[in-house]
């Protein structure tokens, strides 16, 4: 049996320091003073590996809940440069320059930017397969990838068509197929399809198919500056119908952003009353939205501190790492949730000692797997230290993650402390009590 008692731990919500005894990857016991309490339950520590985590956050692994693997690292390809800087232009790129994919060179990619975002705490991540393509590769790719690193992260994979269920021929039919293949969720792109007629079928089979699979739904969702664009709604309403609201995710919906506020309080009490998810990829979309404004010019995502307002689920996503939509990304989630907070202005004190819930539980929420997440007694013990002592720490200072723990097993551990002979900085600059293997702290018992 494997053993490990980390120690000296700040977990949000609780007022003092924690310890946490894992056992064979599953957290045991959860609670301050561990040693002490276990000695006196006659238990045997000295079979314990000891960690002292220097009185540093530590939280439930981050979330990329919107994430298109099969297309990182592809911007600098022939052909691929989006010069307009449109999601149209970048769909267009992709369909033109994706025929020479193969598996292997679809892992090797993807396999990088796994590699990325777990270095930065992740450990959950949804990724879109593009299976507008007979052959799907991307999508035989990513069920090969997911199953290899399966011990490593979480990954579900969405059965996306980027160029359209119905505007793309047989593309329903591959969005089924896909299924088929073991893909966890439904995808479609309503606002992309030909005609308003095409994507409102489109929303129609995609909730028959999740409902007929037993699949999750993810729909890249008027992703436009459209006021006009409302699938959102008919989305949130056939989910509801069918009972699968919260197992469905509308990405995206920059459209929300455009809308008056009257539409938006009457869509509020269904989303609501759905229980339906919003993936956010505030990053990708300030970059893509807005192109064909001048100025007052719109911000392209959708309202998220008026939807958290509304008790409705946000998560948020990194969406590209340097494809034809988005040239930059490298998988820190700090870096997204510090820019929807500013595009979202949720900047009170509460809302920041809350924020890490949007890449955290929210997260988790989205991906439905509430009931294998978090840090609490019997689950997984699956966790990140963040160089921070609180939760208000971590958000200012868009904290590292120098820690991360899968299942009670170390993923990685990072050296944070700054060398200088500049008094001013040694003072200031140097990180807190550094990750500690040891066995000195059993003496409290």
């Known amino acids: ?249 509308a990405s995206h919906t920059c459209s929300l952003g455009s809308a008056d506020d009257s539409y938006f309080f009457h869509l509020t009490k269904l989303l609501r009353n759905s229980r339906m998810n919003f993936a956010c990829a505030p990053t990708e979309n300030l970059y893509l939205q807005g192109r064909q404004d001048t100025f007052p010019k719109r911000r392209g995502i959708t309202r998220v501190k008026e939807l958290t307002d509304a008790g409705v689920n946000v998560s948020l996503g990194q969406d590209s790492m340097q494809d034809p939509w988005y040239p930059l990304g490298n998988g820190n989630m700090m870096i997204i949730l510090d820019y929807v907070l500013h595009l979202a202005q949720m900047m009170t004190p509460p809302e920041i000692d809350r924020a890490l819930d949007l890449l955290t539980v929210n997260g988790a929420t989205t991906m439905h797997l509430r009931d294998v997440y978090g840090i609490e007694e019997g689950r997984p013990a699956n966790f990140v230290v963040l160089d921070a002592h609180d939760a208000f720490g971590a958000v200012y200072a868009r904290a590292d993650v120098v820690m991360s723990v899968r299942a009670g097993r170390t993923l990685f551990r990072a050296v944070t402390d700054v060398a200088t002979s500049v008094p001013l900085l040694a003072d200031h600059l140097t990180g807190g009590l550094p990750i500690a293997d040891g066995t000195e702290l059993l003496a409290r018992a």
């Open 1 to 249: 049996m494997t053993v490990t008692l980390f120690t000296n731990a700040i977990l949000r919500g609780r007022p003092q320091p924690q310890d946490m005894l894992v056992e064979d990857g599953r957290f045991r016991m959860i609670g301050p003073d561990l040693p002490a309490t276990l000695a006196a339950q006659g238990y045997d520590l000295t079979r314990a590996a000891v960690v002292d985590l220097g009185g540093r956050l530590v939280s439930a692994p981050f979330c990329d809940t919107h994430l298109h693997l099969d297309y990182v690292f592809t911007s600098r390809k022939p052909g691929a440069a989006n010069t307009s800087g449109t999601l149209f232009e970048g769909i267009q790129r992709w369909g033109e320059t994706k025929a020479d994919l193969t598996v292997d060179e679809v892992k090797a990619r993807a396999r990088r930017a796994v590699a990325m975002e777990m270095r930065h705490g992740v450990q959950y991540i949804r990724t879109h397969a593009d299976v507008t393509d007979p052959q799907l590769t991307s999508l035989r790719a990513l069920l090969e990838l997911r199953e290899e690193l399966a011990d490593l992260v979480t990954i579900q994979i969405v059965a996306f068509p980027q160029e359209g269920m119905y505007s793309y021929p047989g593309g329903a039919g591959l969005v089924e197929e896909g299924l088929r293949m073991g893909a966890d969720c439904v995808g479609a792109i309503p606002h992309y399809e030909a005609c308003r007629e095409f994507g409102e079928r489109s929303m129609h089979t995609t909730v028959e198919l999740a409902s007929r699979y037993g699949r999750l739904i993810d729909v890249h969702c008027d992703e436009t500056d459209d006021p006009n664009s409302r699938f959102v709604e008919l989305l949130a309403a056939l989910a509801h119908a069918e009972g699968i609201g919260a197992m469905t995710t």
